[in-house]
């Protein structure tokens, strides 16, 4: 059975290399190469600071995980930053079993991350 996941995009007021990208349903196995596709086009386009809202994720993997991770170090790679932000409860304890905490810029507020972009 295939997982779901549905990503929406939005534009950040002031911020022109900068997008919201809301993930809603499961990251996995499943569907991480569809979502992996979706953020770099985005770093391709030129948008290398992501705001990730986990407000309606409800499930990472440790191979979503993984993917996050690269998504980290690619946005740094060229100048930008991947952040994550509205991570509900289930979800930052597989982050934080797997150590990756310290990794992730994880913020509690939409407008925290967003002031924190480049």
């Known amino acids: ?3 779901q996941i549905q990503l929406t995009c939005e534009d950040i007021a002031g911020k022109q290399s900068a997008k919201l990208v809301r993930f809603v349903g499961d990251l996995d196995a499943t569907n991480t190469d569809y979502i992996m596709e979706q953020i770099f086009n985005f770093f391709s ?4 600071n992501i705001v990730a809202d986990f407000k309606n994720l409800r499930y990472v993997n440790s191979t979503g995980l993984g993917i996050l991770l690269h998504f980290s170090k690619s946005a740094k790679e060229k100048g930008g930053s991947f952040k994550i932000v509205n991570v509900n409860e289930n979800v930052y304890e597989i982050i934080d ?6 990794l992730l810029e994880i913020y509690d507020e939409l407008d925290e ?3 924190a972009l480049n």
């Open 97 to 102: 079993i797997i150590g990756a905490t310290s």
């Open 113 to 115: 991350a967003i002031s």
């Open 45 to 48: 386009d030129g948008f290398v």
């Open 1 to 3: 059975m295939e997982s």
